[in-house]
């Protein structure tokens, strides 16, 4: 386990969704702690529970049972403003289908960030293009971009606000293998630089080569992983 | 937040074509209201220009009951102590050749240039103030007039020309300026008596009463007395019924336009939810992501509402000319001119767009409020599966429809409350809209797959798996075909109640003037006695009246006469009601009846020339010729209680099987000729009677016509949203090897779906809400019953209607179909 401190901590997470014909159990207890700075890829099957754990750990989604802490608080007792709040400072998301707003220009996408943060800069926002490689494409919107380059946004988007933890959520599931492991490298490297946690759910076994921990999702249950070897099908 | 709000008005320059689409659903249902409000509020204003042009100074004005006054007692008036100033006046109508009917006031110029400035300016020359020779013409020469400005121009007069009336000519000797656009003519009184034939009478006295009370008191018996502030309240209180159905109509209106607000917020809400739902995720609270959709409905609101109140103004010239007609048809000479323009036509527009947006916008609003961002980011949608939904939505309707009926039953209260309950009812209604969708979904598919194959049957599925849009859709659909049905039907069961009417109680075979006509002098009536071969003749005679302080009329008929060819319908009473009015009783209006409680062995006091006389009510017929109900009395007693011998017209029976019939006839038209008297057969009377019907209805014809436009625009509005939330549904069709025309053909499979269960929908809704029309708001309006008959005709227009405007509303959205759907591929953004 980590000697670092945690930064994200579960305990017992237990999450059923109402459906139909099944029991619809997709976490079964999940204990977990992540520390400060660490860079962790989550695999598992569709259906595992990867997305739900990741919802929940984002505040998007409530836990049927447990309890989540980010930096020592509570999720559940922060209520849906306090969760908000968590979002807009301490998280950074970012999606497999890329998930800017549409009406909105490369640079505002990543303003909008900083904003809801309470801190507008739109050279700070540059600036993030900037480092994701993207100069000079402030003014495009989202389809004028590339795949690869609406993930970029999407990472400057996350990062810029300088929050202590990132979720990435198949950062690279749209995106060809080529491009797939440039915008791994560009994240984790971010990240590393700016001792950011990063949790990245995945599918792609080459995401495991970024990781400083691999965890495994298998019918809601968590499993640690000590190398990538073990992942192989 | 500014990138927040930017985000979503973005959106609507990126979707101009259905921004522009919400901005015109917003625009006309403000535009209907605006519109009819500014009409029936210039009807109003041009009242009371034309009412102050001609009282003039006056406070009072003093009259018999019914008919003319004798001169005689005009100096007891002129010398009382509590009038300052007097001025007799003869007002009456008199008929140009060409047809046209104009007022004609005979005044007094010495003594009416007390009150009025029409009779200060004559003979005053418009620049120098001299006096000329038109005063003295006015003073000696017994034809000579003055006319209107407005008449002068129509009929292309000025000083010096003839005008041709049936009663002779009449020579202008001065144009007067006339704010009220009532076509008048002024002539001396002591001349207008010679004119009307009515030596020693005047109509009435205007007066500046300075002690109400006292004067009131010296002359109470056998005069009324009427003050301006009661004029005025018993001329709005004419109008009140039909202002009152203006009104409702354009509140239908809007309440159409509302529906269509809400499909249209639903779509913007439909392309926002993603974008809400990133938002979400990434840190903006739900207050910021719906407050940024209130200010893109707040925009719209205000803008539509801007072009609402624009539009509103320029439908209300076009209203007001249609309102105008209609009141001068039914009850006394209007031209309102349209109101000039003014800032609150647009900041009402902009406010009624705005309220109507957020009405419309709060159930969208909420879907928008629940959005959970771990739902959209995986895909799903809002609507799918929403059936069990619809079970309780149409629980919600059986509720409103219950709420309805208690409505119903208490409209008695006030006609307000009527309107209320055929609200709850339409919106009970529409609640049900989904739950029909469920229930018609299988039938309609068999038919739709037999008739459009595969296409066909998609469609219906569609349409069934995404209630949450297409339930709106059709409710808003319903609600303006059902209106359609709804009015139709009613104004056909009325034509087809008034032809009954007339066929039983308009049965002469000659009618010589109308009560809008010319009178009839006693002499013709005399002289036709005499004329061998007729059957009977039926004098009739109307005169207004004030009954408890509101307006009502006293008709006075020949019983005998009518008792014999006549066929009235009884609500109360029956035949033997003629002959208790030979001996003094009389009978009244169902209007009547109804408006003042009164019925079969009541008791009616009434004022006449000889003081307050009491009636005993002898029974109670069906009536379409006044809304504020009639007395009706014997020519006998009426002449014995006012003395009035004015006759209105005269209608001539001729048994049925006499040969010489039709040589009758003829020769009574050519005694009528000779007085100069317009008549008209039973069918040309019939006839004409029913032509004002029609034309009273134009009104609400139009605004039919705009609550179908409305419609129309929901039924686009629902298949765009179709459109827009199924792009990944068209790749998948894409990839299954659907060609375009597959795809466009569904659309028009789903527009046609939803016109038919709309339709389907609306010939039941229309039915019942013709019968609420009927039932409950013409009674409560009108007070008289109409008979509903069933006619296939409001069914087949609206049906027909129902298919223009579901091809028409899917022609945008096939469009976009045809020229997106072959570079659609499987794939989220």
């Known amino acids: 386990m980590s000697m670092t401190p945690s930064i994200i901590r579960t305990y017992d997470l237990w999450k059923q969704y109402e459906t139909e014909g099944h029991d619809g159990m997709a976490l079964r207890g999940v204990d977990l702690s992540i520390g400060k700075g660490q860079i962790v890829a989550l695999f598992g099957k569709s259906g595992s529970g990867k997305t739900t754990l990741l919802n929940l750990l984002a505040g998007l989604d409530e836990p049927t049972r447990g309890r989540i802490e980010i930096e020592g608080e509570d999720l559940g007792a922060l209520g849906e403003r306090g969760r908000t709040l968590l979002r807009r400072h301490k998280l950074g998301f970012v999606f497999q289908f890329f998930n800017l707003l549409p009406t909105l220009t490369a640079e505002e996408n990543v303003l909008l960030s900083l904003e809801l943060a309470g801190r507008p800069d739109e050279r700070l926002a540059r600036e993030s293009l900037d480092l994701v490689g993207l100069a000079g494409k402030e003014i495009r919107f989202p389809h004028e971009l590339s795949g690869g380059e609406q993930q970029r946004v999407a990472i400057a988007r996350a990062l810029v606000k300088k929050p202590p933890i990132i979720l990435a959520d198949e950062p690279t599931g749209n995106l060809d293998s080529a491009t797939g492991a440039q915008i791994l490298a560009l994240l984790t490297g971010r990240c590393r630089d700016a001792g950011t946690t990063l949790i990245m759910v995945s599918h792609a076994l080459n995401t495991c080569e970024y990781a400083d921990r691999v965890l495994r999702m298998t019918d809601g249950r968590l499993f640690e992983e000590i190398s990538c070897e073990g992942l192989a099908p | ?829």
């Open chain 2, 1 to 829: 937040m500014r990138s927040v709000i930017r985000s979503f008005l973005r959106h609507l320059v990126r979707r101009r074509s259905l921004s522009i689409l919400q901005l015109l659903g917003i625009a006309l249902g403000v535009a209907a209201t605006v519109g009819m409000m500014l009409a029936s509020r210039s009807a109003l204003q041009s009242l009371g220009t034309a009412v102050d042009f001609l009282k003039g100074g006056t406070t009072h004005t003093i009259a018999r009951p019914a008919g003319p006054m004798e001169e005689t007692v005009l100096a007891g008036i002129m010398g009382d102590p509590a009038v300052r100033y007097f001025a007799p006046v003869i007002d009456r109508r008199v008929r140009l050749k060409g047809g046209e009917q104009v007022r004609m006031l005979g005044l007094d110029p010495f003594l009416d240039r007390n009150v009025r400035s029409i009779t200060a300016r004559i003979g005053v020359s418009a620049g120098d103030g001299k006096t000329d020779e038109a005063f003295s013409s006015f003073l000696f020469d017994s034809r000579a007039v003055l006319v209107d400005e407005n008449m002068a121009k129509d009929l292309g007069l000025s000083a010096g020309s003839i005008i041709a009336t049936l009663q002779g000519p009449l020579k202008v000797v001065q144009v007067f300026s006339n704010p009220s656009g009532e076509p008048l003519v002024i002539i001396d009184v002591g001349h207008a008596q010679e004119f009307f034939r009515m030596k020693g009478y005047v109509d009435r006295a205007d007066l500046v009463v300075t002690d109400e009370n006292a004067f009131r008191q010296r002359w109470a018996t056998g005069f009324a007395i009427e003050s301006n502030a009661q004029k005025a309240r018993t001329l709005s209180a004419l109008l009140g019924a039909f202002k009152l159905n203006l009104e409702a109509l354009s509140l239908f209106a809007l309440f159409v336009g509302i529906f269509l607000i809400y499909n249209t917020a639903m779509f913007a809400v439909v392309t926002r939810r993603r974008d809400a739902g990133v938002l979400l995720a990434i840190g903006a609270s739900r207050g910021q992501v719906t407050g940024a959709f209130l200010v893109e409905v707040l925009l719209l609101g205000v803008a539509g509402g801007a072009l609402g109140g624009v539009l509103g103004y320029l439908l209300s010239k076009f209203l007001v000319e249609i309102v105008g007609s209609t009141i001068s048809t039914l009850y006394f000479f209007l031209r309102p001119s349209a109101l000039p323009w003014s800032f609150w036509n647009l900041a009402g527009g902009m406010l009624l767009g705005s309220a109507a947006s957020i009405v419309g916008s709060l159930p969208p609003l909420l879907e928008l409020r629940r959005v959970r961002p771990v739902h959209v980011l995986r895909g799903r949608t809002a609507t799918r599966g929403m059936s069990k939904r619809m079970g309780t939505i149409a629980l919600f309707g059986t509720a409103c429809l219950a709420f309805a009926l208690v409505l119903f039953g208490l409209s008695f209260l006030h006609v307000y409350v009527g309107f209320a309950g055929a609200f709850a009812f339409l919106l009970g209604a529409s609640l049900f809209a989904g739950f029909v969708i469920v229930v018609a979904a299988p039938g309609m598919k068999h038919l739709f797959s037999r008739a459009m194959g595969l296409a066909g049957r998609i469609a219906i599925g569609n349409i069934r798996e995404n209630l949450g849009r297409t339930s709106v859709a059709v409710a808003a659909f319903m609600i303006a075909l059902s209106m359609s049905i709804g009015l139709g039907s009613m104004i056909d069961s009325f034509r087809r109640s008034l032809v009954w009417w007339m066929d039983s109680q308009l049965r002469g075979d000659l009618y010589i003037s109308t009560k809008a006509d010319v009178n009839v002098p006693e002499e013709l009536y005399e002289e036709l006695k005499t004329l061998p071969g007729i059957g009977g003749i039926d004098v009739f005679r109307n005169v207004p009246i004030t009954f408890h302080g509101r307006p009502a009329s006293i008709t006075s008929i020949d019983a005998s006469v009518l008792e014999r060819y006549d066929r009235f319908g009884w609500l109360e009473g029956g035949d033997g009601s003629w002959e208790r009015m030979k001996r003094g009783d009389v009978i009244v209006s169902e209007s009547f009846s109804r408006r003042f409680k009164v019925g079969q062995g009541s008791r009616v006091t009434i004022e006449t020339a000889r003081g307050p006389a009491e009636f005993l009510v002898a029974g109670v017929y069906y009536d379409y010729a006044s809304e504020h109900g009639v007395i009706m009395m014997d020519r006998s007693v009426y002449l014995r209680l006012f003395g009035d011998r004015t006759i209105n017209s005269l209608g001539i029976f001729i048994d049925e099987g006499n040969p010489d019939r039709v040589k009758i006839i003829e020769e009574v038209k050519h005694r009528a000729r000779a007085f100069g008297l317009p008549f008209a057969t039973r069918e040309e009377f019939h006839g004409r009677i029913l032509d004002i019907f029609d034309s009273t209805f134009a009104v609400t014809r139009s605004m039919r016509v705009l609550a179908v436009i409305v419609a129309f625009f929901g039924i686009a509005g629902a298949l765009m949203t179709f459109f827009v939330e199924r792009q990944k549904e068209f790749g998948v069709y894409r990839a299954l090897g659907f060609t375009t025309g597959d795809v466009a053909r569904m659309t028009v499979a789903e527009s046609l779906g939803l016109g038919l269960v709309s339709f389907l929908m609306s010939a039941v809704v229309g039915t019942v809400f013709a019968l609420i029309l009927i039932k409950v708001i013409n009674l409560q309006s009108f007070n008289w019953t109409i008979f509903y008959h069933f006619t296939t005709r409001p069914y087949l227009v609206t049906g027909l209607t129902a298919l223009a405007a579901s091809v028409a509303a899917c022609a945008y959205p096939v469009w976009s179909v045809v020229r997106k759907y072959p570079v659609m591929q499987i794939r989220e953004e």
